[in-house]
């Protein structure tokens, strides 16, 4: 086997992998009972990312300086859309906000049940930015749009225990501390949101 062939031959092997992960990326939120959940950013890139440079590195097209781009990158793109895939394996809620721009925002949260309420968690800033503290928001839970108002807690033990138990539940978390991509730990820019039932009327 020539140089050319195997070096085609690893080309083709790892576009039909970009491929798969691609298609995976938008496929594993079909899963999710109710409105199919949009990939958006890192999440995105790897999918379409995937799609496109698999495509490119299986049919073999383009300049050969092209390929070795999509090979250099596809590590990243590998990487994006395994755990992208991966986080959507198990129990994933859509809260519907408006960002600081005043845009419709879709956020995709672990979510975790507690004695006294449902919780999620995210950095501060991205609360902030979305005004989740006391606003009516719909969260997508199980396929029943459900209207709730956030209660931002930012002391360290609520974060702490809702940070731990996410981990507790959520696979994909475990392993991914376990590898230092994930905290073990809630940081200290975390907060929790606990997701009261809209008073009624």
Not at 10 to 35: M, N
Not at 181 to 189: G, H, I, M, N, V
């Amino acid at each position: 086997m020539t140089e050319s062939s195997s070096s085609s031959r690893v080309q083709s092997v790892l576009g039909w992998i970009l491929l798969v992960i691609g298609v995976v990326v938008f496929a594993v939120r079909i899963q999710h009972e109710g409105a199919y959940a949009m990939p958006r950013g890192a999440p995105l890139v790897a999918g379409v990312g995937g799609l496109l440079l698999g495509g490119l590195l299986v049919s073999a097209a383009g300049p050969g300086w092209l390929r070795w781009l999509a090979v250099a990158v596809s590590p990243v793109l590998v990487f994006l859309g395994l755990y992208a895939t991966m986080a959507e394996f198990e129990e994933v809620i859509s809260l519907y906000a408006t960002d600081s721009a005043g845009q419709p925002a879709e956020l995709r949260l672990w979510i975790v049940d507690r004695e006294d309420g449902a919780w999620v968690g995210m950095p501060r800033t991205k609360a902030i930015e979305h005004s989740l503290d006391g606003a009516r928001v719909d969260i997508l839970r199980d396929g029943e749009t459900l209207c709730v108002v956030p209660v931002l807690y930012e002391d360290r033990a609520t974060v702490g225990a809702v940070h731990a138990q996410k981990v507790g539940k959520y696979a994909v978390a475990q392993a991914a501390a376990a590898i230092g991509l994930y905290p073990r730990e809630a940081r200290d820019t975390a907060v929790a949101l606990r997701l009261d039932p809209c008073p009624e009327g």
